[in-house]
């Protein structure tokens, strides 16, 4: 079991950059792959990148492979999302999810079976 929590959202100008982070408060990140999904308001839970137990191997959306990318620090117990060049459109609630499954399943929400609790991102024009 792990318990996860997000952090480093906030408000930001469009073309700025953010650093998420998601970190274990119980229990052993480096035990599961560990994606990041966001959430707007009316629109389903989307997934954007994923990464590998060892940080060797990962997965992204195509609409934020260039740029976002998803890394992690298993000495730390964290993982972390570097946003570049945000966009109005990237202005969500941000999700870490932790899974154990197959890695080809691991680009639906039905993967995961542990979430945080979110973090907003706000992207203004």
């Known amino acids: 079991q792990v318990r996860l929590v997000e952090s480093g959202g906030g408000l930001v100008q469009a073309g700025e950059s953010l650093r998420l982070s998601c970190a274990a408060s119980?229990?052993?990140?480096?035990?599961?792959?560990i994606a990041w999904f966001r959430q707007a308001p009316g629109k389903e839970r989307q997934f954007l990148a994923v990464?590998?137990?060892?940080?060797?191997?990962?997965n992204y959306a195509d609409s934020v492979k260039d740029r976002f990318t998803i890394s992690r620090d298993n000495a730390q117990n964290t993982v972390y999302l570097q946003m570049n060049s945000l966009k109005p459109e990237d202005t969500a609630v941000y999700y870490c999810?932790?899974?154990?499954?197959?890695?080809?399943?691991?680009?639906?929400?039905?993967?995961?079976?542990?979430w945080g609790q979110g973090t907003q991102v706000t992207v203004s024009s």
């Open positions: 119980f229990g052993t990140l480096s035990r599961y792959a």
């Open positions: 990464i590998s137990t060892s940080g060797s191997t990962t």
């Open positions: 999810a932790a899974g154990l499954g197959i890695w080809t399943s691991l680009t639906s929400r039905n993967a995961f079976n542990y």
